[in-house]
C-alpha cells in the first residue's frame, strides 16, 4: 500500500503565505499524494502551480463552522471550480442537524454537489460535535444528496477522526460512499489505524512524515 495515494496534503492555517503553498505543492507532487487542500484564496494558485501533474487541488467550503446560508456555500464552490478547484470539502450546518432539520442539510448538500458540477464532494460532518446518532444521520443524508464522500472533522473544532467514527460513517453512509479521515492524525500509526477503518482519504498536515514513516512528531497536525 502507498500511503502517500491516500493523503490529502492541507495546509488552511490563516496565516499561510504563497510561498508555503508553493511548498504544498511541490511536496504533493514529490510524494505522490492525492490532493493539497487549500483555502478558497489559494484554489486558483494551487492549480496553475500543479497543472499537468496527477495531484487534484482541493478546497474547503463554509469552513469551518458551517454555518454560512446555502447560497453562500453554494457561490463558495462555483467560485472554486472556476479557479480550478477539483474536490470541494464542505461544513455541513451543525445546528440545523441536531434540530432535526434534515431537509436543509440534506438540500444544502445537494446545491454543493450541483455547484461542483461532476467534482468531488466531500462533507465534513464535525464529529466531535455529534453524538453516534447524529453521525449517523449526517451520513445518511450526505449520501442521499449525492455526497462521493463523508469526512469526519474540520481540525479546527473540539477534536478530530477517530478510528470508532470512521467504522460508523462507512457503515451508515453505505457501499457507494467513503470516508475521509482528519483531523489529529499526525503520524504514519495514526493513518493506517483510520485506513484499517475504512478510511480512503487522510486529510493531514503530517503527509511527509505519514508518508515517510517518521517518528519525529514535532509538527503541529490539522
Do not use: W
Not at 464542505?90 to 461542483?116: P, Q, S, W, Y
Request: aromatic share 4%; hydrophobic share 45%; proline share 1%.
Amino acid at each position: 500500500m502507498k500511503i502517500a495515494s491516500y493523503i490529502d496534503h492541507t495546509l488552511l492555517k490563516a496565516q499561510a503565505t504563497s510561498a508555503e503553498i508553493g511548498q504544498l505543492c511541490a511536496e504533493a507532487k514529490q510524494f505522490g499524494f492525492a490532493s493539497v487542500c487549500v483555502n478558497p484564496y489559494y484554489v486558483a494558485e494551487a492549480s496553475r502551480l500543479l497543472a499537468g501533474s496527477s495531484v487534484a487541488v482541493c478546497t474547503v467550503i463554509g469552513f469551518p463552522l458551517g454555518m454560512n446560508t446555502t447560497a453562500i456555500k453554494v457561490a463558495e464552490t462555483t467560485d472554486a471550480v472556476n479557479n480550478g478547484a477539483t474536490e470541494i470539502d464542505m461544513v455541513i450546518n451543525v445546528g440545523a442537524l441536531k434540530e432535526r432539520n434534515t431537509e436543509l442539510v440534506r438540500d444544502e448538500i445537494a446545491a454543493v454537489v450541483i455547484a461542483a458540477e461532476g467534482r468531488l464532494v466531500k462533507v465534513i460532518l464535525e464529529t466531535c460535535l455529534l453524538d453516534k446518532e447524529e453521525i449517523e444521520l449526517a451520513s445518511r443524508l450526505s449520501a442521499e444528496a449525492g455526497a462521493q464522500f463523508v469526512k469526519t472533522s474540520t481540525g479546527f473544532s473540539t477534536g478530530g477522526a477517530t478510528a470508532e467514527d470512521v467504522r460508523l460513517m462507512k457503515s451508515a453512509a453505505g457501499a457507494g460512499v467513503k470516508v475521509k479521515a482528519s483531523g489529529g492524525v499526525r503520524d504514519y500509526a495514526a493513518a493506517l489505524a483510520m485506513i484499517e477503518a475504512g478510511a480512503e482519504r487522510i486529510g493531514t498536515s503530517n503527509g511527509i512524515q505519514i508518508a515517510t514513516n517518521s517518528s519525529d512528531s514535532a509538527s503541529s497536525g490539522y
